[in-house]
């Protein structure tokens, strides 16, 4: 496995519910991003990790939102009380490091769909 | 602040003809600048990149942009379509130093006519 790696690929639940949105990151790479992508629109950039702490949360729409990677590899997209307007493909990235030229390299996105 | 700004929502353009997907930047900073491209149902995949070193950028597929600072685009071309280049294109800007958080353009889909 050399790439970027989400799941579920899809996750369809209920408005009110909480979920959880995986990314295993390319082994190695220090920082991880989560974006997400609304239909017809360019990702937008949510949070980002330099090793396990978040180092720019800026882009969470509200505190229903919240990401962890407690052991710097594996992060965990967290969304309590889902609204209709959450349904988006959720896209995770890694790179090598922060603040250097690295590529960030996307995984396929995890499609969410909030009823 | 950042942004980028994708003058096309759609770009047609039949097999070997060239391709001209256009871009404008703003940045408070020096920008580095991206092409990714999205296929259907794959991942995103970085076509090119500049980071503040040549103005003229080579990215793969044949795919090529030039940063002009004076008019603040960055566009995207490439000599002759192929099929397999039908995708959505976004062009990208970073403020620092090319690896923190991205804006993304709203896209543009280029549509290859056989």
């Known amino acids: 496995g050399a790439g970027v790696s989400q799941t579920p690929s899809n996750k369809v639940t209920e408005k009110g519910k909480y979920v959880e949105l995986r990314c295993d990151p390319i082994?190695?790479?220090?920082?991880l991003y989560w974006y997400r992508q609304s239909l017809g629109q360019g990702p937008e950039f949510l949070i980002y990790f330099q090793g396990t702490g978040a180092a720019d949360d800026s882009g969470l729409p509200n505190d229903r939102f919240f990401a962890v990677r407690p052991e710097g590899s594996v992060s965990t997209l967290k969304i309590q009380r889902t609204e209709r307007g959450d349904s988006a493909v959720y896209l995770c990235?890694?790179?090598?490091?922060?603040?250097?030229?690295?590529?960030?390299?996307f995984g396929p996105g995890t499609r969410l769909t909030v009823l | 602040a950042q942004s980028v700004t994708q003058l096309d929502s759609h770009v047609s353009v039949s097999e070997g003809t060239p391709v001209l997907l256009r871009c404008n930047y703003s940045?408070?900073?020096?920008?580095?600048l991206f092409w990714y491209v999205q296929h259907p149902n794959k991942g995103l995949q970085l076509l090119l990149k500049y980071t503040s070193a040549a103005t003229l950028v080579k990215g793969i597929n044949g795919f090529e942009a030039e940063f002009k600072k004076s008019e603040t685009s960055f566009h995207l071309t490439k000599p002759s379509a192929h099929m397999s280049d039908a995708a959505e294109y976004f062009c990208v800007v970073s403020d620092r130093n090319g690896n923190e958080k991205l804006t993304f353009g709203t896209g543009t889909r280029l549509t290859i006519i056989p």
């Open positions: 990235a890694s790179s090598l490091m922060v603040g250097g030229r690295d590529e960030q390299f």
């Open positions: 082994s190695g790479h220090t920082a």
């Open positions: 940045s408070s900073y020096s920008p580095s």
